[in-house]
């Protein structure tokens, strides 16, 4: 299957997870380990609904910049609404393989949640790079996958609704490489750190309970006996809930480096 996309539908589900008090926690890990300073010029690079890139913007403050990239126009159209009040954020369509920006005109350049989903990393990091001044900045966060432990009532069916979902990315286990793939690129690795996800207990507002229905109606997408599958899991999970039982934990992890 492909790489998920964001349509209308997709992108409000999105937004739903974003705002859940686990994501805001891990946009604050990550403002903390960039460390933005007023007057900054700093790149978001699949920026999505703009939620990361408004507060680094709060940073950088009226004499600063930032710029969020993405390449798809409801998620533009959300990081727009909600940034109409930042001046300093600037919103532009692109693709993070072949950025439209000119070279090192950027302190820092940050990217989360999206390396995973590029077909072409390295041509990523190489644009990166070109559009970062020498000493320049860059954080990434991606997710591995197979770090996800999930409490589901029929184990074989959550498997295989699993086993479909790793489709959503072009590489469910890109942090593995990626500190090497940076160094390649001329970075000079400083820090690793990994942002753990952990819901122990069931809550609505939280990003497990949220991310049920972009995984279901992902792996729906396949039609037939997937979509059922996707279907009843998604019940599963939801009586799962209601029952009192909940356990659920992802890793994401957090690169920092600096331009050679
Ligand atoms: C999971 S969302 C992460 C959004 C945001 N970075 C955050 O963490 O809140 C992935 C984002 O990457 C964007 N994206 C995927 N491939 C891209 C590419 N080649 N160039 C730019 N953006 C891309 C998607 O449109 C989407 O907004």
């Known amino acids: ?128 790079r070109r559009v970062l001044r020498p000493g320049g900045r860059v954080l990434v966060v991606d997710t591995d996958w197979d770090s996800m432990v999930w409490m589901a009532p029929d184990p074989a069916r959550h498997a295989r609704v699993m086993a479909a979902w790793a489709a959503h990315a072009a590489d469910v286990h890109l942090p593995r490489t990626l500190a090497r793939r940076l160094e390649r690129a001329g970075f000079a690795l400083r820090e690793v750190q990994v942002l753990p996800l952990l819901n122990a207990e069931h809550r609505e507002a939280s990003y497990s309970h949220r991310i049920v229905p972009l995984i279901a109606d992902y792996v729906a997408l396949a039609g037939g006996a997937a979509a059922a599958d996707a279907r009843a899991w998604a019940d599963d999970m939801h009586a799962q809930a209601a029952g ?17």
């Not at 992802?250 to 480096?257: K, M, P």
């Open 1 to 128: 299957m492909d790489v998920l996309q964001y349509d209308e539908e997709a992108t409000r589900k999105l937004l739903a997870v974003y705002v859940t008090p686990d994501v805001a926690a891990q946009r604050d890990a990550f403002v903390a380990a960039l460390a933005p300073q007023p007057g900054e010029r700093v790149l978001d690079i699949g920026a999505g609904p703009g939620l990361l890139a408004g507060q680094i913007a709060d940073a950088v403050g009226a004499g600063g910049e930032v710029c969020a990239v993405d390449v798809s126009g409801p998620l533009l159209a959300a990081a727009r609404a909600h940034n109409a009040a930042r001046p300093q954020l600037r919103i532009v369509e692109g693709d993070a393989r072949r950025l439209p920006l000119p070279d090192a005109g950027f302190d820092a350049a940050v990217s989360t949640q999206v390396l995973e989903y590029v077909d072409d990393v390295d041509a990523a990091l190489a644009e990166m």
């Open 244 to 260: 009192g039982a909940w356990f659920f934990s992802l890793n994401r992890y957090l690169f920092r480096a600096e331009r050679r």
